[in-house]
């Protein structure tokens, strides 16, 4: 790894693998894109995060995608390839350039991250039983209960049921509209959840009621 300065760090091809730097602090590593210049003269480029951008359409979807990360624990994907535009033009910038043998020295450590931390384990194929037990148990996770109802301003039902112990959002109708339902139903933990999830899906404050 080396340190360079602004001049030098645009100068320097696409797929440049680098992180910026202050006095005795290395930030995020990103990846470089394009560097931006007129008339002869480099003065802006363009990158992509490795750590903090999240697969979505635009800001209100992300912002929808980490409330329910929060509040949920509801799984997300990270996007490796949306390009930004630093947009910062300090003069005085340092960045720290990785070498070619830090990358490979990194892939090498994710790729053993990969084998401890997210091993798959090879599906078993069940033994058949050797008898028939005598008292089978079979477990009764109850009926959907309707608990909560609303509409949207169109007019389309929205509700919220209980089914053993997870709440479901759903709908009436999948697409009215300009407003899509189709990823309806969606299970949530809490009832909460689902309804904070109902006013990001129709980006309204809705009046729910019992039935």
Known sequence: MRIVDRKTFLAMPEGTIFAKYDPSVIREPMVKAESIGSEGELFDFRYTSLTDEVDCSG???????????????????LHFNTQCRDGLFDADQLFAVWDRDDVEGLISRLQS???????VTPAVAPRESQATPTNPVTVDIGKETLILETKDKKGVELYISEW??????????????FKCYYELPRAYKTERGARHAAALLTCEKLAWKQP
């Open 59 to 77: 800001s209100f979807e992300r912002d929808g995608i980490m409330d329910l990360a929060e509040i949920e624990g509801t799984p997300f994907a």
């Open 113 to 119: 991250a990969l084998a401890q931390g997210y091993a």
């Open 164 to 177: 053993g112990g997870v709440f479901m959002l759903d709908s009436a109708s999948d697409r009215t509209g």
